[in-house]
């Protein structure tokens, strides 16, 4: 599961490649480490075109897994789509697609601790698009806050691919690159869109410490 992102992408950028009409981040800037129940930019699609706005990642958690809590930590990584719970967020009025410009999986060392690796594009390009969908909801997510209405995100994960597979086997975040793939994820039915579940090609990815010992 990825549970560790980063966002320090020019601003413009991103509204240059999502094909931003409003923005309504105020003063966006570098977000280097995104933790779940934070806030971060999405890219969704407003009432005037797409709308780039400020969310707290974790989408609602299903109700037959919060009994017993207080407080609900909210679903980062959402990897069955098909799930009743999921059917009602993912039209279009309800997609979004979040900047990163890597993200972290945890590598399992042989001594039984972990590390996080982060991964990036591998073409030199610093921005990608995890897709994703949103929602407004009312629930505790501190339990210092109380109750609060809070616009809600989460990203769809699909099988890992070579990079991330060699670290993380179970799963990798739903990676959009392309202009007509980011078209297809915001505007084109479900079933269409969907069809963007699958691992990022191999060789597209690559860690960090390999990018920075190349420069």
């Known amino acids: 599961m990825c549970n560790l992102y980063s966002m320090t992408s020019n601003p413009q950028a991103i509204r240059e ?21 934070t806030m971060a930019p999405v890219v969704r699609n407003g009432d005037n075109g797409r709308e780039l706005v400020m969310a707290r990642w974790g989408m609602p958690t299903p109700s037959g897994y919060l009994k017993g809590h207080k407080v609900d930590r909210g679903v ?3 990897r069955n789509p098909g799930s009743a719970w999921w059917k009602r967020w993912e039209g279009v009025a309800h997609r979004c697609m979040v900047p990163s410009t890597a993200f972290s999986e945890s590598e399992r060392l042989p001594d039984g601790k972990s590390r996080p690796v982060w991964f990036a594009r591998s073409d030199g390009e610093p921005l990608a698009f995890f897709a994703g969908i949103w929602c407004r909801w009312t629930s505790v997510l501190k339990l210092a806050d109380g109750e609060t209405t809070d616009d809600l995100y989460g990203f769809l994960t699909t099988e890992a691919n070579q990079e991330v597979g060699a670290v993380h086997p179970k799963a990798m975040p739903v990676i959009l690159t392309q202009p007509d793939e980011l ?22 990815l690559v860690p960090t410490e390999a990018l920075n010992s190349s420069t």
């Open 76 to 78: 980062t990584n959402i």
């Open 183 to 204: 078209d297809v994820w915001m505007n084109a039915p479900v079933e269409e869109a969907l069809r963007l579940q699958r691992p990022l090609s191999g060789g597209l």
């Open 17 to 37: 490649i999502a094909k931003v009409l409003e923005d309504r981040t105020g003063n966006l800037q570098p977000l280097p480490k995104i933790y779940p129940n």
